[in-house]
């Protein structure tokens, strides 16, 4: 059983950057998502990356988001820049496809002036 856990959230301005960081408890060999879902919303997939590097990104991210891993550190990290307020929501990691015993608590990016 792997457990996940997103850190790095917070309150920030328009245009501004976070990097949110995914701790996992075991080795992940699978490609990793950051997922993210704001209120009233569906979870959505924001980014994801194969265990050799390859990244994918929605649309309404390309260019401003950038999703790493360090397989030796069992982690996943998103760096956020030009933050917009519809960015604002709940940010988790899961595998990609997720696995819903994987879901944790997640980290709260708000984008606000």
């Known amino acids: 059983q792997v457990q996940l856990v997103e850190s790095g959230g917070g309150l920030v301005q328009p245009g501004g950057s976070l990097r949110l960081s995914c701790a996992a408890s075991g080795t992940i060999f699978s490609t990793m998502g950051w997922y993210r879902q704001a209120p009233g919303k569906e979870r959505e997939l924001v980014a994801s990356?194969?265990?050799?590097?390859?990244?994918t990104y929605a649309d309404s991210v390309k260019g401003r988001f950038a999703i790493s891993r360090d397989n030796a550190k069992n982690s996943v990290y998103l760096q956020m820049n030009s933050l917009k307020p519809e960015d604002t929501a709940v940010y988790y990691c899961?595998?990609?496809?997720?696995?819903?015993?994987?879901w944790g608590q997640g980290t709260q990016v708000t984008v606000a002036s």
């Open positions: 899961n595998q990609y496809p997720a696995v819903g015993r994987w």
């Open positions: 990356i194969t265990r050799s590097g390859y990244s």
